[in-house]
């Protein structure tokens, strides 16, 4: 009887202890600080010249005359951003173009390996500006941010390589205490690492606007919480992507978790070390089991939000205004039982209703609607007045004066929840 007692006590407390720890994962978790990352692309290098070949290889070729006149202008650029450090790749052509701005604002360029170009692998050499070498190099880095990050480039890295070793120099960065960096990297880097990691990518940028030499790049947020993409070579990017935008993130990120577990146990079988092999393998079931539930969670969300922003607001109800007394303009009233009669006229309140289209040069903003409320009711006393004969056009007469009051109206709020 004791022993089935403590049974009972056993697992009434164990299941006491996965409830407690279901509410306090459920709890929201502080969010950690945000930062703006600045990227900028570097100056005309002799490798980007027409005629060049792809040159992706540490330490590369300087800049031209012409990226140095494009170093000076961008520095002038930025330089009243209050930037907190600046930042380079192991290729000289950032350090030349970062030059001016550090020259500038006094500071010293710290250098981070991670944020080199992509190695263009077997395409090393090929023509920047045409050839099957060119096409490949782009392609399989644009595969990258449709989720297929395991897909390499032939004698190059692949999309988890490229991913972690960015998020590592960023991670440094952090560790700095940087909150407002310049990051001076290249073309590829830039771009591809945006739409891969931002909330709000839109992908055919990559072929629609290109980045050129010293464009800028800006993202805000952090590692924990996420990236946003806020301008794109000075197009401003809208913050409240299109439902297909948030269904295909929600769909790649699904993609990305197993990819992603898969490399990181990899990496730890290379190590040696057993620990860091149980680590990842641990590490790994929990994020592709994560992966699935937000996915689900994200998915079902995004689609009721869409649903509710695209019903119309129901339309408002007639709000009455202040009734008036009425009073016959004869010379000569004659005074009889007077009966109060309220008279009520209907008026339509509107709903202001904003919508702006997902626009990718603009800010999308919806204001909710506002619906005119509250009605106000008095009492004016109808009067009998003579005729021109003087005789009473109305009386009374024995009805001891009953009281006639008369009212409509109503009044109704419409709200609209802007997803």
């Known amino acids: 009887m004791r022993d089935h007692r403590s049974g009972i006590l056993k697992a009434f407390g164990t299941v006491v202890a996965v409830v407690a720890l279901v509410l306090m994962s459920a709890l929201p978790a502080w969010a950690a600080d945000s930062i703006t990352l600045t ?28 990226g140095e006149q494009q170093a000076a202008a961008v520095a002038q650029q930025l330089e009243a951003g209050g930037y ?4 380079v790749s192991d290729m000289i ?43 490949g190099y782009f392609l399989i880095p644009v595969a990258w941010t449709l989720g297929m990050r395991s897909l390499p480039i032939p004698l190059g890295e692949n999309g988890n390589e490229f991913e972690a070793r960015v998020n590592e120099s960023i991670a440094s960065v952090i560790a700095n205490g940087a909150t407002k960096p310049v990051i001076f990297s290249h073309g590829a880097t830039i771009m591809v690492w945006t739409m891969m990691n931002v909330d709000n990518p839109d992908v055919a940028l990559l ?51 197993p990819q992603t577990a ?50 119309p607001s129901p339309p408002s109800a007639a709000v009455p205004p202040a009734a008036t007394k009425v009073k016959s303009p004869a010379a000569t009233a004659v005074p009889t ?57 109305a009386t009374a007469g024995a009805a001891a004066g009953d009281g006639a009051r008369k009212g409509t109206g109503s009044s109704a709020r419409a709200h609209k929840t802007a997803a």
């Open 39 to 66: 990227w900028v692309r570097h100056g005309e290098s002799y490798g980007n010249v027409a005629g060049a070949g792809i040159d992706t290889k540490v330490p590369g070729p300087g800049l031209t005359a012409v």
């Open 84 to 87: 907190d450090s600046i930042y």
């Open 93 to 135: 052509r950032t350090h030349q173009t970062a030059a001016p701005l550090a020259t500038a604002l006094g500071l010293t360029p710290i250098q981070e390996g991670g944020f080199r170009e992509i190695s263009a692998g077997v395409f090393e050499g090929s023509p920047v500006d045409s050839g099957l070498g060119r096409i």
């Open 207 to 257: 072929l629609t606007h290109p980045l050129g030499n010293t464009a800028v790049v800006v993202v805000t947020g952090n590692p924990e919480d996420g990236w946003t993409l806020q301008s794109w070579d000075g197009i401003a990017v809208s913050q409240n992507p299109s439902l297909g935008t948030q269904l295909f993130v929600n769909a790649r990120n699904l993609m990305v978790a």
């Open 262 to 311: 898969l490399y990181n146990v990899v990496q730890a079988i290379k190590s040696g070390d057993l620990t860091q092999v149980v680590a990842a393998v641990r590490d790994g079931v929990v994020s592709v089991s994560t992966a699935g539930v937000t996915f689900v969670k994200n998915t079902v969300t995004d689609i009721a939000q869409a649903i509710i922003g695209a019903l």
């Open 337 to 393: 039982q007077s009966s109060d009669v309220t008279e009520l006229s209907d008026t339509t309140g509107t709903t202001v209703r904003s919508n702006g289209a997902t626009d990718l040069t603009d800010g999308n903003k919806v204001e909710p609607g506002k619906a005119a409320s509250g009605a106000n009711r008095r009492g004016g006393a109808l009067q009998a007045v003579s005729d021109p004969s003087g005789t009473a056009a």
